[in-house]
């Protein structure tokens, strides 16, 4: 039962950030609307095996990060939007500030004074 | 809410895998879309969509195992699979689940039991603060010019009585008591509504009803004043008198009762189903209460031992504080009033224990012996299941040859071990609620509350925690014996599988185990069954065949005098005598096994040395009637009267012990310094008065004729009859109404059910016990059959090659049996040993026989060896049998 089977691209335990950080600025989004919304984003940068991202959608309904409604698309499709809770925004700035902390040491590492 | 959230999941869990399955279909869809916008062909874009999407199996997957479905799941295969092995196997799961049947089944009725009079509150309020409270002469051979109504029982070398009316206000001085009530009971006779009837009643002091925390539910308990001498007459009756000889009328509480000629007003009526703790869950149930009222007399004589007492603790006072208030108390009186209360002492006990009494003991016995069962029944099944396992190595190491865990695996033998052990536990309260019936059918009276014994929620708990525990138990060893399969060895091997060494030692264990615990309780029984025949051969000294025995009891307003009393059963025996077919008529205080009383007395005047025989008023006709012959001097006869000189005749038991064995005849005895000199006139054979279970004891019988010389009265009759006694109840009963139509005879039993009913628990005791052990080597004997049929089975070609070579099959059966005799020998030995560690529990149960009786031990060894070595010849001789052609095939 391991984690994930992300190849590469991102870092593990970031996928959630960005989907929280997606869904923070948006309108409640359906699953292909977060994996475009990231990809555009990030200018095709980040590969994600799009897949993995169900698993990680639920990870975060378990954890009440987020919640999930029933609806339909433009073209009156059922799809699950997914929008975030109080839960999940306070989980944001908790991820947020300790990405920032890293990458600012990571930073500090790598750019010699 | 998390944990909500999940279960509501496993609830809706297909609904949630469809929606991810339409969830991710979407997304593919619409990434396959804008590929074909982009220019790709549909075919490709429908390809690039899922190759970028990656594996959807793998992710449903991840999120089946996020939402803990998969534990459920492989739960479920497990279970499925457990299931549908077992039904494969019908044979199989057959006798396992009986098995396990039989021995829940029994543990469950006997624990029903022990739940029913043990456990359970007395139905009271607050019953665990109720106490009995007795009295406890230290010296019993030795107390005074004192008499005491029937002994209650006596207890490590100071003999129980019951407690002196004047001694209660002293114990609730001690503080350690809310309160105590007395109550002692008091048939009465009813007269006035239809046949005269006689009713269980109860003299109790007026604050009983409170110390019991029960009410009655009509009009009201008894007032202090009334339980005064002189005081007006009243009575509370219970629920079921109401509603059966009163017509459950709304007028009932200002009726009154005629009750031994003595007109009763009814002020109180119990609630339905009240009962008093001295006839709790029996038959028997107290119609009428009535006031005690002691007389001033009885309350300034600390000698007269008379009434049982219930007492109520107060909130916090623990029953060993009291116990130890009462001693100090009881070294105070003793002191304070040497020539009454100098050798007594009062005890107490929890209610519910003391009502208990005699019956925990063995129903003690019988729930260990009947863990054993479940133990037996266990170990059978293990055995069975070992065996089984055996024939499915194959199966297993290709399981895991094929790459399965030996977790996994053990898993899935555990989970069919449950499955038999469910199976087991329904079919075993299924069969605990019929052993039940046939418990409370064959229970002795007098067992306290077995008839209620049912299923409760502590029946029920006890019987599944037991069958989880066994399921457990016998699971365990298949399944570890399963995970040290080494597939490349087990597949190397034929199909068949032979067991391996350690799977054959394993069974060999378990197959010891179960001798030596069928040995165990094949002892037990055996001690049981010694002890009970013991009983039975002892001589009572009277002969109980063809006499029936009767009460009669004559109310003492309308006899107010011992003279009265004696004039009565005179006609009487007079009448019965012309009746046909009778051939002896005699009347005492009580017939033997009924009770009666002792008194200290004086031999020839030597007031400073105090004994205390038992005493016996009778006709001249008690001796022939009982057939107790006499053996010196004269009977009583109608001569003897008020007129004439006193006399008794005394057995030979007062000669030994009160005479140093000389001649009674012409020694006197008194049972007050200034009383009449009683002479001696005969000696007559001992009789048991208490039944086979008693000493034989000093006895006085005096003249019914001189009635000043005795404080009881006259209340048995019994007849001699030349056929079935039975046939002249009715035409005895004629002549008792045709001196007195008012008069109601009870009790009317045969001697021969009388000696019966007091050996009535032991037969119980020793008759289940004897089933348990049957059950037991029953159990023993089909694992022994079931390992060396087996082992015959795995061996079949090295017979084969044997008897290729010429050997006889009586070698063939020699080498069975063998191997049989190792299982037998080793589990008789450690049989032996757990007896002689367990069978002391057993020793309050025994009569005149010790736990380490050979007799017992011999029989027991003997006779499971016979049926162990019966069970080994079975396959021993299909060994024999085999075709050597045939059994070299196989291979």
């Not at chain 2, 149930?285 to 009885?298: D, G, K, M, P, R």
Request: proline content about 5%.
């Amino acid at each position: 039962m391991s984690e994930s089977k992300q190849r590469e691209g991102i870092p593990p335990g970031t996928l959630e950030m960005l989907i929280l950080k997606t869904l923070s600025r948006h309108k409640p989004m359906h699953g292909f609307e977060i994996a475009e919304f990231i990809l555009e984003t990030s200018s095709g940068v980040l590969q994600v095996e799009e897949g993995s991202l169900y698993p990680a959608l639920q990870r975060m309904l378990l954890k009440d990060w987020i919640s999930g409604d029933w609806g339909k698309t433009e073209e009156n499709r059922r799809a699950r939007y997914y929008s975030m809770t109080a839960e999940g925004r306070k989980q944001l700035a908790r991820e947020l500030d300790r990405y920032a902390r890293v990458s600012e040491a990571i930073a500090a590492i790598l750019q010699p004074a | 809410m998390k944990l909500i959230r999940r279960m509501a999941a496993l609830w809706h869990r297909n609904r949630e895998t469809r929606a991810l399955r339409e969830e991710m279909a979407l997304h593919l869809e619409l990434r396959a879309r804008k590929l074909h916008r982009a220019g790709l062909a549909p075919a490709d874009a429908g390809f690039a969509a899922r190759r970028q999407f990656g594996n959807a199996a793998i992710y449903q997957d991840q999120i089946s195992a996020l939402w803990g479905w998969t534990m459920w799941e492989r739960f479920w295969q497990d279970l499925r699979h457990g299931v549908r092995m077992l039904v494969k196997a019908p044979g199989f799961t057959a006798i396992t689940v009986l098995t396990l049947a039989l021995g829940l089944g029994i543990n469950t009725a006997i624990f029903s039991a022990v739940n029913a009079v043990m456990l359970r509150p007395l139905p009271y309020p607050q019953s665990e603060r109720l106490i009995s409270l007795w009295e406890e002469n230290t010296k019993p051979r030795d107390q005074g010019f004192s008499s005491s109504g029937t002994v209650v029982g006596s207890a490590g070398g100071s003999q129980r009585t019951t407690v002196s009316p004047a001694n209660l206000a002293d114990y609730k001085a001690t503080g350690a008591f809310e309160d105590l009530a007395a109550y002692d009971s008091a048939p009465v006779n009813l007269t006035g509504l239809g046949t005269p009837q006689r009713l269980s009643g109860e003299a109790v002091t007026w604050n009983y009803f409170s110390v019991l925390g029960v009410l009655p539910a009509e009009g009201r308990t008894f007032l202090p004043q009334e339980d005064k001498p002189g005081a007006e007459s009243v009575a509370i009756v219970s629920h079921e008198f109401w509603q059966q000889r009163l017509g459950g009328g709304a007028d009932a509480l200002s009726r009154s009762l005629l009750l031994d000629s003595k007109p009763y007003r009814i002020v109180g009526i119990m609630p339905a189903g009240f009962q008093s703790p001295s006839n709790l869950g029996l038959k028997l149930a107290t119609e009428v209460f009535l006031t005690a009222s002691y007389s001033h007399e009885l309350l300034a004589s600390r000698g007269d031992h008379e009434v049982n007492v219930v007492a109520r603790l107060k909130p916090g006072v623990s029953v060993a504080a009291a116990q130890a208030a009462l001693r100090a108390l009881s070294a105070g009186l003793a002191k304070q009033f040497p020539a009454t209360n100098g050798n007594f002492r009062a005890s107490i006990a929890l209610l519910r224990d003391d009502l208990a009494g005699s019956a925990s003991q063995s129903l003690w016995a019988l729930l260990g012996a009947s863990g054993l069962i479940v133990l037996i029944a266990c170990v059978n099944v293990a055995n069975l299941l070992m065996v089984r396992a055996a024939g499915r190595r194959h199966e297993s190491s290709v399981r895991m040859a094929l790459g399965a865990g030996r977790l996994p695996l053990m898993r899935q033998l555990m989970t069919e071990s449950l499955v038999i052990a469910a199976a087991g536990c329904l079919a075993g309260i299924a069969t605990g609620r019929l052993l039940m019936f046939g418990l409370t059918a064959l229970a002795p009276p007098g067992i306290p509350r077995i008839e209620t014994a049912g299923m409760d929620w502590r029946v029920f708990a006890v019987a599944a925690t037991l069958a989880l525990a066994t399921g457990l138990i016998f699971g365990m060893a298949p399944a570890w014996q399963a995970s040290q399969v080494n597939p490349v060895d087990a597949l190397k091997t034929a199909a068949r599988g032979t067991g391996g060494a350690s799977q054959a030692r394993w069974r060999t264990v378990l197959t010891i185990a179960e001798v030596a615990l069928s040995l165990i309780l094949l002892v037990g029984a055996g001690l049981l069954l010694r002890s009970f025949s013991t009983l039975m051969g002892v001589n009572l000294g009277f002969q109980t065949d063809r006499v029936i025995a009767m009460n009669i009891s004559l109310p003492i307003l309308r006899y107010p005098d011992a003279q009265a009393r004696l004039l009565f059963f005179q006609r009487l025996e007079e009448r019965v005598h012309a009746v046909p077919g009778v051939v002896a008529v005699g009347t005492a205080n009580r017939m033997p096994l009924r009770g009666g009383w002792s008194s200290g007395i004086a031999i020839d005047g030597k007031t400073d040395r105090i004994v205390d025989p038992d005493f016996q008023a009778v006709t001249p006709g008690y001796f022939e009637t009982l057939g107790i012959p006499l053996l010196r001097g004269r009977w009583l006869n109608a001569q003897d009267t008020a007129n004439t000189l006193p006399i008794a005749v005394v057995n030979q038991a007062f000669a030994r012990q009160l005479l140093d064995g000389a001649d009674p005849i012409g020694h006197t005895m008194q049972r007050k310094p200034r009383a009449p000199r009683i002479s001696i006139v005969g000696v007559v054979n001992d009789i048991r008065r208490g039944g086979k279970e008693e000493e034989i004891k000093p006895e006085v019988y005096l003249c019914a004729g001189q009635t000043d010389l005795y404080p009881v009265p006259l209340a048995d009759l019994a007849v001699r009859t030349a056929g079935d006694p039975r046939t002249l109840v009715n035409a005895i009963s004629r002549e008792v109404w045709a001196i007195d139509k008012d008069q109601p005879v009870t009790n009317v039993h045969t001697m021969d059910e009388i000696v019966d009913e007091a050996v009535a628990e032991r037969r119980f005791q020793t008759l289940l016990l004897l089933i348990f052990a049957s059950v037991a080597v029953a159990l023993a004997i089909v694992g022994i059959y079931g390992v060396l049929t087996y082992s015959v089975g795995q061996r079949m070609s090295e017979l084969g090659i044997r008897v290729a070579l010429g050997a006889p099959p009586r070698a063939i059966v020699g080498l069975v049996l063998r191997q049989a005799g190792v299982l037998i020998a080793a589990g008789v030995v450690l049989g032996v040993v757990g007896a002689y560690g367990l069978t002391r529990f057993l020793e309050g149960l025994l009569f005149q026989v010790k736990t380490t009786d050979w007799h017992a031990y011999a029989g027991a060894v003997g006779l499971l060896t016979v049926v162990a070595v019966i069970a080994a010849l079975i396959p021993a001789r299909r060994g024999a049998r085999v075709d050597p052609v045939v059994a070299l095939r196989q291979e």
